[in-house]
């Protein structure tokens, strides 16, 4: 797969992940349907438990192999450095599995939930399986075999899709859908063991060897540990102020479009290795420069999209009872046009990973602050959505500072603001000529058909003419869906 383009792994990767998440999404729409508002808020609180405990002790280790894999030209070397990682995520998900048993009872009276106490019981295994799941990942986008990654990613779709849907079906037991859960993800690491085991190797234990792995890892897990806990910080908030039925609505509202953050971190994933291994910071910026404004044409205009369609979106795929999380979804919505890049990813392609947790720390402190003061007050639930909106902006504008000011790169030279403030002026536009569609559709199937289709004529003709959308975008379009159509037809 060494012979694909950077845009076309890039592509591959997102085309991929974007299907998890259609399968995710449609996981989380049955399961909503199918459970009481209480269990499925359950359900969803103890992914915020491993999404948080996970980040803590994983210490950065996958995202150091994107580094250090591309480095070692030694295949030996490549071999014990990936047998060595396998061993230590192992050693962690023990760790968590052993902490999550002994102190489920302190995490249950944490979130006011007592249903926790017996689900832990199953849940806790989870980790054992899915660490090792994340380093095949890594492995496989360090080794520039995207095409490896995407049959695990498609095998694990379909192990899901079976053992969670299916028990959800069949049974109608939350209990019964967590156990489906943790065997789908023990099937997946036999899976990743196996795919895996040509890959490493027996290796002696050399300190330096973990020192210089751990000096590169430790700042980013401990600035992860920090922005995930930033990050979860409305949600934790939230489950320990509300009930769980609260928190289901909440936390299905409470997001940043999944697909969004695939798209992003697929094409970071991808540009990583090579920022990485290039000396030049011209070829850098410019990397990170296009990969930005084509980022910007998608998440743009899809965020102004998702605000018109809120409340029907929120209704039409979680039902009626869920309407109430189109507010929180609205709020959310804001934090995208910051997400077409990932101004960290900067720090990690030089090694500077220190401003990472430096920023972190700070993100951290300022969320907390905010989540306890604006949930105490009228706005209540909206609170804690709000103070991640503003936090994100902070975090934002700080690592733009120190790229300027730290890492003296140009921010003209990585940043296309006249082709950003188009493409967002174009999504505006094309949005506020919609919103009247609103009230002249009155049915809800209609409205969910008739306004997308307009909305995207309408954004690509203004962004055309505005020059957001250059005439080398809509080249690159045409070719790729004529390439589409061609191996369709074979």
Do not use: C
């Not at 971190?265 to 070829?283: F, G, H, T």
């Amino acid at each position: 797969m060494a012979e694909l383009s950077l845009s076309k792994q890039a592509g591959l990767l997102s085309i991929t992940d974007s299907l998890r998440f259609v399968v995710k999404t449609l996981v989380g729409i049955i399961l909503a349907r199918i459970l009481s508002q209480a269990d499925y808020g359950t359900y969803r609180q103890l992914f915020l438990i491993y999404a948080t405990l996970s980040t803590v002790l994983l210490l950065g280790l996958p995202q150091s192999m994107l580094y250090f894999i591309p480095k070692l030209g030694d295949e030996e070397q490549r071999r014990s450095f990936i047998g060595r990682s396998i061993d230590l995520v192992s050693l962690l998900a023990i760790v968590m599995v052993t902490g999550v048993l002994i102190f489920r009872p302190l995490i249950s009276r944490a979130f006011s939930n007592p249903q926790l106490l017996p689900l832990l019981l199953v849940f806790a295994f989870y980790p054992l399986y899915m660490f090792v799941n994340q380093i095949f990942s890594s492995v496989m986008l360090g080794m520039k075999q995207p095409l490896r990654l995407v049959k695990f990613s498609v095998f694990s779709m379909a192990t899901d899709l079976v053992l969670i849907l299916g028990s959800a079906l069949l049974f109608r037991k939350l209990e019964v859908i967590v156990l489906g859960l943790v065997i789908a993800a023990f099937i997946q690491w036999i899976y990743a063991r196996l795919g895996l085991r040509k890959e490493s190797s027996s290796y002696g234990f050399h300190w330096e060897d973990y020192k210089k792995q751990f000096r590169f890892s430790l700042p980013i897990g401990l600035s992860a540990i920090i922005g995930i806990l930033a990050v979860q910080m409305d949600k934790i908030v939230i489950s320990s102020f509300f009930d769980p039925a609260q928190y289901a609505v909440f936390s299905v509202g409470a997001m940043e479009l999944p697909f969004i953050g695939i798209l992003v971190n697929s094409v970071y994933s991808v540009i990583l290795p090579a920022m990485s291994s290039s000396d030049s910071p011209e070829q850098m910026a410019q990397l990170y420069r296009g990969s930005v404004r084509k980022n910007a044409l998608l998440i743009f205009p899809i965020a102004a999209l998702f605000f018109v369609l809120s409340t029907d979106l929120m209704s039409f795929l979680y039902s009626v009872r869920y309407e109430g999380a189109a507010v929180y979804f609205r709020i959310y919505l804001f934090t995208l046009p910051i997400r077409v890049g990932i101004f960290g990813l900067i720090f990690q392609a030089v090694n500077r990973t220190k401003y990472i947790m430096q920023n972190a720390i700070l993100t951290l402190v300022a969320n907390l602050i905010l989540n306890l003061v604006l949930v105490n007050t009228s706005l209540k639930m909206q609170g804690p959505a709000i103070a991640t909106v503003i936090v994100t902006y902070l975090s934002s504008a700080v690592y733009l500072w120190l790229i300027h000011f730290r890492l003296k790169y140009s921010l003209k030279l990585m940043l296309p603001l006249s082709q950003l403030l188009r493409t967002m002026i174009a999504a505006i536009l094309a949005g506020a000529l919609v919103y009247p569609f609103l009230s002249i559709l009155h049915h809800q199937l209609l409205r969910l058909s008739v306004i997308p289709i307009v909305f995207l004529i309408l954004y690509l003709g203004i962004a055309y003419i505005s020059k957001a959308l250059l005439p080398y975008d809509l080249e690159s379009i045409s070719s790729g869906l004529k390439e589409s159509l061609r191996k369709f037809k074979r």
